[in-house]
């Protein structure tokens, strides 16, 4: 089983400098409590370092563009303090805005950008997707199993209930396509699935 390192703690730190002020949509919780459960997901099917570190990070570089960051900054950081390697797995599951010609994408053509390149990801990119999703997922479940208004719970979300749950389904037949079998991917059926399941 994976154990602490000095550089997951290191990884925590700068997500959380990156991410502070931000929370969770539609809540309350602190945006790293997103990334903290990445890794805890990660970490309990024992993916090395790397992998764990890329899972922290993995949303930095897609959320956290602002006054005195530039993407071109944060990608440079993240290579300068945890190497090329977990670069590359974030991003790898970072949505783009732009397009290879400079052109904003919207929300469709994101997702497909997303899903195409997820295809040619690393295993490790792969596994924080997976983890990514499958936290996301179960997040959604238990604030809808807590509301009695399920449209307060999906209009958080930009395609709202049946647009993120196709969303969800194309990442686990993306990742299965690509031959992607890691235990994982049982998790990330069920909450797919359990998803659907719901009103």
């Given at each position: 089983?994976?154990?602490?390192?000095?550089?997951?703690?290191?990884?925590?730190?700068?997500?959380?400098?990156?991410?502070?002020?931000?929370?969770?949509?539609?809540?309350?919780?602190?945006?790293?409590?997103?990334?903290?459960?990445?890794?805890?997901?990660?970490?309990?099917?024992?993916?090395?370092?790397?992998?764990?570190?890329?899972?922290?990070?993995?949303?930095?570089?897609?959320?956290c563009v602002r006054e005195g960051?530039?993407?071109?900054?944060?990608?440079?950081?993240?290579a300068e303090k945890f190497g090329?390697?977990?670069?590359?797995?974030?991003?790898?599951?970072?949505?783009?805005?732009?397009?290879?010609?400079?052109?904003?994408?919207?929300?469709?053509?994101?997702?497909?950008?997303?899903?195409?390149?997820?295809?040619?990801?690393?295993?490790?990119?792969?596994?924080?997707?997976?983890?990514?999703?499958?936290?996301?997922?179960?997040?959604?479940?238990?604030?809808?199993?807590?509301?009695?208004?399920?449209?307060?719970?999906?209009?958080?979300?930009?395609?709202?209930?049946?647009?993120?749950?196709?969303?969800?389904?194309?990442?686990?037949?993306?990742?299965?396509?690509?031959?992607?079998?890691?235990?994982?991917?049982?998790?990330?059926?069920?909450?797919?699935?359990?998803?659907?399941?719901?009103?």
């Open positions: 089983m994976h154990g602490y390192s000095d550089r997951i703690n290191h990884a925590f730190a700068f997500a959380a400098k990156h991410h502070d002020q931000q929370v969770r949509k539609g809540t309350r919780l602190p945006y790293l409590t997103h990334p903290a459960n990445v890794a805890i997901i990660l970490t309990r099917y024992g993916c090395d370092d790397d992998t764990v570190v890329a899972g922290i990070l993995h949303d930095v570089v897609e959320d960051w530039t993407r071109a900054m944060l990608e440079s950081r993240i090329d390697a977990v670069l590359a797995a974030v991003l790898s599951v970072t949505k783009r805005k732009l397009d290879a010609n400079g052109n904003e994408m919207d929300r469709d053509e994101r997702n497909a950008d997303y899903l195409e390149r997820i295809g040619g990801a690393t295993d490790a990119a792969k596994w924080v997707c997976a983890a990514d999703k499958v936290h996301n997922a179960n997040a959604t479940l238990a604030d809808l199993r807590r509301t009695m208004e399920p449209s307060t719970v999906w209009s958080r979300f930009n395609g709202g209930r049946d647009g993120t749950i196709a969303f969800y389904r194309a990442v686990l037949a993306r990742l299965r396509g690509t031959g992607f079998s890691a235990p994982i991917m049982d998790e990330l059926g069920a909450a797919v699935e359990a998803l659907a399941a719901t009103p």
